[in-house]
Every structure is written in structure tokens, then in C-alpha cells.
């Protein structure tokens, strides 16, 4: 009877280990399936939407990796699950990369609608709406949005803020042969004279922070 007694003991302990076991496998395989779910699903969501929320989703995506690294610890057979789990990483780096690319181009766009409104100029560049009857009112609206917004500017911001200048000078000289007054011309090289330093000394300034940041 001892012996019978001693046998179901034994064997009741090797079922509770196992089914332990096996509950702790299916808790981590659910971990790592949520995981990947979620890395899909960011995937699928409006890119303004993730644009917006990307701080907050960054972190959200930190914590779940981890997570689902540890419940790999619990896998006695992981690589399927690592297979899933780099995957998943590939995706959202791919996604990071894109969400990059639209942060640059969309303070690049800021920066244009600050320099000549809404809407005006785009990645085409396009400056066939600048003639000679509001050249002028273009350079004023440039130089004085660029002095105004200047301590919000960033390095990358002043090296547009040149190449739109660059751009803006190149039409100039189109205008000017489709007529462009003398008093218009002579505001003009007024406003280019007090533009010509603050672009200058700002974007040496916003270099110099920059650099000063990336030491630390």
C-alpha cells in the first residue's frame, strides 16, 4: 500500500511539473503571438496617425519586445519563435525608416510654409507663381518669417531655409527680365543685404548647438 502510495505521489508531482510546464510554454507562445500582432497591426494604422503617436508607440514597442524576449526563455523549442520575433523586428524597423523619412519631410514642408505660405512650394520646387508684381512682397514675407521663427529653427531647417533662398534668387533672375521696376529691384538687394547675415550667423549658431549635443 506504502509502495502504490509513494508511486501516485510521484506520479501526481511529474504531472504537476508538467503541466506547469506547460502552462508557462503556452503563457510565453501567447506572449510572443500578441507580439507579432501588434507589430502587424502598426503596420496597418493611418500614418498620420502614427506620426502623431509615435513617441508614445516607440516606447509601447520597447516594453513588448522585451516581454516577448523573455518568454522566448521559456520555450523548450524556440526557433520557430525566434524566427517570428526577428521578423517582427525587420517590420517595425522598416516602418521606424519610413516614419523618419516623413518627420524630414514634413518639417521641411513646415519651414516652406513659414518662408512663403501654405501650400506654396512643395518638393517640386515649383516657382513659376513668383513674378514681377509680387517678387517683392515674397522676399518680404521670406526674410521677415525667417527672422520671427529663427530661435525655433534647427540646423536642418536653416539648410533649407537656404536651398529655398538659393531657389528664390534663381527666379529673381527670370523676373527680372520680364520687367521687373527699379524700386522693386532696390528693396529687394535691401531685404538680401539684411538676410545675408542672419542666415549666416544662425545656421552657424544652430551647427554649433547641434555638435554640442551630439558630445553629450
Not at 507562445?29 to 513617441?55: E, F
Not at 522585451?66 to 523548450?76: G, N, P, R, V
Request: with cysteine; charged share 30%; glycine share 4%.
Amino acid at each position: 500500500m506504502r509502495k502504490i502510495n509513494l508511486f501516485l505521489g510521484i506520479a501526481f508531482i511529474a504531472l504537476t511539473v508538467v503541466s506547469c510546464k506547460n502552462e508557462k510554454e503556452t503563457k510565453a507562445q501567447k506572449s510572443i503571438d500578441t507580439y507579432v500582432v501588434y507589430v502587424d497591426s502598426l503596420g496597418n494604422l493611418d500614418r498620420v496617425l502614427l506620426q502623431t503617436n509615435w513617441s508614445d508607440i516607440d516606447a509601447s514597442y520597447q516594453t513588448k519586445t522585451s516581454e516577448a524576449e523573455i518568454a522566448l526563455q521559456d520555450l523548450i523549442d524556440k526557433e520557430k519563435a525566434e524566427k517570428d520575433i526577428q521578423a517582427s523586428k525587420e517590420k517595425y524597423e522598416a516602418l521606424r525608416a519610413e516614419m523618419a523619412a516623413t518627420s524630414v519631410a514634413n518639417a521641411k514642408q513646415r519651414v516652406r510654409n513659414h518662408l512663403f505660405g501654405e501650400g506654396k512650394i512643395s518638393d517640386d520646387m515649383n516657382f513659376s507663381w513668383v513674378n514681377k508684381d509680387n517678387i517683392l512682397g515674397v522676399y518680404q514675407q521670406f526674410v521677415d518669417a525667417a527672422e520671427k521663427n529663427k530661435d525655433t529653427y534647427t540646423r536642418e531647417d536653416w539648410d533649407e531655409i537656404k536651398l529655398m533662398y538659393e531657389a528664390l534668387d534663381s527666379r529673381k533672375n527670370t523676373v527680372e527680365n520680364e520687367g521687373l521696376n527699379a524700386a522693386d529691384n532696390r528693396k529687394i538687394a535691401g531685404l538680401k543685404l539684411k538676410f545675408a547675415p542672419l542666415l549666416t550667423l544662425n545656421r552657424m549658431d544652430a551647427k554649433s548647438t547641434e555638435m554640442e549635443k551630439a558630445k553629450e
